[in-house]
């Protein structure tokens, strides 16, 4: 469930999660990449 412009609503998204490392290959951190994919799991559903 996500708020847009203040109204509930459903959506799908994508995560994908990569570490970070510093100068000498230790963790330092993640990276997240969110991509919606709303509409492309609407139009599967009507299927």
Known sequence: ???RHGQPET???NLYYSPVLD???RPAG???F???TTE???SFIKL
């Open 30 to 32: 993640m990276m997240a």
């Open 40 to 42: 492309r799991m609407a």
């Open 23 to 25: 100068l000498s290959g």
């Open 11 to 13: 959506v799908w998204m």
């Open 1 to 3: 469930m996500l708020y």
């Open 34 to 36: 969110v991509f919606e």
